[in-house]
Nanobody
Framework: QLQLVESGGGLVQAGDSLRLSCAAS????????MGWFRQAPGKEREFVSA??????YYADSVKGRFTISRDNAKNTVYLQMNSLKPEDTAVYYC????????????????WGQGTQVTVSS
């Protein structure tokens, strides 16, 4: 079982950068695929990025701007977000699971509480 805690969100201007962190407590962190999803007001939760083993996955909307990484020694996964846009504004959630399709939210078992990212124009 894993407990996930996100941090690093905040209010920034368009073009700025943020790095989100997701710290996991529990066993076998390295065995899990780790995903980032986001949910904007009035919209469904959407896939942002995931890392399964060492293989990264990205939504088309963030490809080239966001970078996911993990440090298994620290039980932490990161999401480096560059060139932020107002449409990136959302609550960002970290998730963990043994998944076949890293882009599917329903495949993840463990979820964090989320961290707010707000990008002003």
């Amino acid at each position: 079982q894993l407990q996930l805690v996100e941090s690093g969100g905040g209010l920034v201007q368009a073009g700025d950068s943020l790095r989100l962190s997701c710290a996991a407590s529990g066993r076998a962190f390295s065995s899990y695929a780790m995903g980032w999803f986001r949910q904007a007001p009035g919209k469904e939760r959407e896939f942002v990025s995931a890392i399964s083993g060492v293989i990264p996955y990205y939504a088309d909307s963030v490809k080239g701007r966001f970078t996911i990484s993990r440090d298994n020694a620290k039980n932490t996964v990161y999401l480096q977000m560059n060139s932020l846009k107002p449409e990136d504004t959302a609550v960002y959630y970290c998730a963990a699971g043994l998944v076949r399709n890293p882009a599917v939210a329903a495949a993840y078992v463990y979820w964090g509480q989320g961290t707010q990212v707000t990008v002003s124009s």
